[in-house]
């Protein structure tokens, strides 16, 4: 029988693995034969979310020359060889400031999949099945049978690698009863989930609808209820209706949208990164007995690293606006503690404007203790908000916002090594994406346009919705304008569902789980740190089942990258094939 490993999920994830295994085959494998089974209901390459069924109006959030799904010489530690490949944008020949549409990353994707299967030596045979994988069976130090919806025999396999990306999740009980008071009175309401395959036309013209969650997901939303709906901006910005808009009501937790993307190159010196957390001081947390507490063990250092990166470009960038040189005020950063008295003096007495001084707090937090007499107050509050972080974004002046958001990848590909590090570590995820994860600069301009038209309309920070059974009607206020409440017969959760093996809705999943894989107090897959294998409850790493992406404990930002960031899905990817590779080729011996 011929050597073999199925792949569950062929999007970008499965096809960064495919890509790590044909680089690494020929020195750990040869050209002996194998098997490789691909198993995805959607084509691969692009996989569910970058198929090209979908509408030419939902845009990535990330410009062209910033998506690559090739190594570079930054990728480190890297055991394999680096395969430089082109960005989106190099192999599409198109601008590399733009924000390309979602069917043109797809096609990038599959090209980069194609690609990847002719790498693989000639012994090597690809079969793709485009169904779903619905269970895993077989012993530990045996053949693993992978069943496949519709599909009587399995396949059967020396290892499993599971690359299935984003997950739909069943309803948490706040969700379930949310949607349990709708269809007692008629209403609508559509929980977390994926927008781009949520039904919107329930959702009626000119009627109010109340979105809880202001990320990627409401730009979504917002894109697909306006222009979707026949709706375009004339040349000077400004939203003319279709008239088959509802009405938008947003608010969420911080009450803004995620940060526009920064709009300007980087020029000069590099933050030199890492400095106070790379891969020496995650093999200290590592290595420390217990489990780790991320306030106390980890927020240190990320708040060094992102305070380095910050300074070094403010310092380095624009010293005009800084009172020492950078080596002086170097040295005493680094040997002053975090949230020390003796670094706040540093950094007071170092850079006079306080507008320059990087507060995290406020950043998180930006609407704290901001309140507004009415909801007409609350509307120009916001559209200031959005319209000075737009400017801002887009004005290399503020470049030390550039050296901040390059110390986020770094420390994000680092943490991505910790694995779960409870609530702290899903709190800063959620403080990543508002600050490094945030929509095109024309999606915020796009949204001020709306609010002008009356079609976007803002609760604020701090949003609650309430059920009302007397008037059959759901309620939502926000702490930014006390006492105003926002009556509606829709809701709508714009996020995603929380990854949790516990309520996701994939029956492969849902038997691992049952089966015995373990999980975190969260719900995530936990997998060995090392090389990704799934770890099963009271035994330890499976020897023949791995699992890489947003579901495991080893989730990292993106299973593409910005070039020469040490993305952390490539390093990873990179330990899983060649331990597979090792694996297989010892099955043959």
């Known amino acids: 029988m011929t050597p073999s490993v199925v792949v569950v999920g062929a999007g970008p994830r499965g096809t960064g693995f495919l890509e790590r295994l044909a680089a690494n085959a020929r020195s750990l494998y040869g050209n002996q034969p194998l098997d490789v089974h691909v198993v995805d209901p959607f084509p691969p390459g692009g996989g569910r979310i970058w198929r090209q069924e979908q509408s030419p ?46 069917r043109a990353q797809g096609e990038y994707l599959r090209w980069v999949y194609r690609e990847a299967v002719a790498a693989l030596p000639p012994g090597t045979t690809v079969h793709e099945h485009r169904t779903r994988a ?49 269809a007692r009175h008629g209403l609508t309401h559509l929980p977390p989930g994926f927008t781009a395959d949520s039904d919107l036309s329930v959702l009626r013209a000119g009627e109010p609808v109340i979105v809880r969650g202001f990320g990627l997901a409401f730009i979504d939303l917002m894109v697909l209820l306006t222009e979707g709906r026949g709706g375009r901006y004339d040349a000077a ?30 020029t000069g010196e590099r933050p030199p990164l890492p400095r106070f957390f790379g891969p020496g001081q995650v093999d200290a947390l590592l290595a420390r007995p217990g489990p780790l507490d991320f306030r106390r063990d980890v927020r240190p250092l990320v708040e060094r690293e992102l305070g380095f990166a910050y300074y070094h470009r403010l310092f380095t960038a624009h010293p005009e606006r800084t009172a020492v040189d950078w080596a002086d005020f170097e040295a005493t950063y680094a040997a002053a503690g975090a949230g020390s008295a003796e670094l706040a003096a540093l950094i007071e007495t170092s850079v ?24 007409d107050a609350l509307q120009n509050g916001l559209r200031a908000y959005i319209t000075e972080d737009l400017a801002r974004r887009h004005d290399p002046s503020h470049s030390a916002d550039l050296g901040f958001f390059l110390g986020l990848l ?105 089966d ?31 699992a890489l992406g947003p579901y495991t404990t080893a989730r990292s930002a993106g299973a593409f990258a910005r070039p020469h960031t040490n993305a952390p899905a490539f390093r990873q990817n990179d330990v899983t094939a060649r331990t597979a590779l090792t694996l297989l080729k010892e099955s043959t011996s």
């Not at 939203?239 to 980087?266: A, M, W």
């Not at 373990?518 to 330890?540: A, C, K, Q, W």
């Open 516 to 546: 015995g894989a373990r999980t975190t107090s969260g719900g995530l897959l936990v997998v060995d740190p090392v090389d990704g294998r799934i770890v099963e409850r009271g035994t330890g790493p499976h020897p023949r089942r791995f």
């Open 57 to 102: 109006l939902l845009w990535m959030n990330s410009m062209a020359a910033d998506v690559t799904m090739f190594t570079d010489d930054s990728v480190h530690p890297l055991e394999g060889p680096v395969r430089p490949g082109p960005t989106l944008a190099e192999w599409a020949g198109i601008d590399p400031q733009s924000f390309p549409s979602r």
């Open 352 to 375: 006079p404007d306080p507008a320059d001084r990087l507060d995290l707090e406020a950043l998180d937090h930006p609407l704290d203790g901001v309140r507004h007499a009415s909801h």
């Open 237 to 266: 910005g400004e939203y003319l209706p279709s008239g088959r808009e509802p009405l938008l009501y947003v608010g969420s937790r911080r009450g803004v949208p995620y940060h526009s993307k920064i709009g300007y190159p980087l």
């Open 410 to 514: 770094s420390v994000y590909g680092q943490l991505a090594r910790l694995g779960d590090t409870g609530k702290g570590g899903a709190r800063w995820h959620s403080f990543f994406s508002h600050l490094a994860s945030g929509p095109p600069g024309p999606r915020l301009r796009s949204l001020l346009a709306l609010s002008r038209a009356g079609l976007v309309r803002f609760i604020g920070a701090g949003i609650t919705v309430e059920t009302d059974e007397t008037d059959g009607v759901f309620r939502a206020g926000g702490a930014g304008a006390p006492g105003v409440r926002i009556e509606a017969r829709a809701l709508v959760e714009a996020r995603l569902p929380e990854p949790s093996l516990e309520r996701t809705r994939s029956p492969l999943l849902t038997a691992l789980y049952e």
């Open 134 to 182: 619905v269970r895993i069976s077989g012993p530990a130090h045996g053949h693993q049978r992978v069943r496949l919806e519709g599909r009587g025999e399995p396949l059967v396999a020396d290892l499993v690698v599971l690359t299935v990306g984003h997950l739909d999740a069943r309803p948490d009980k706040e969700q379930a009863g949310l949607s349990d008071f709708a």
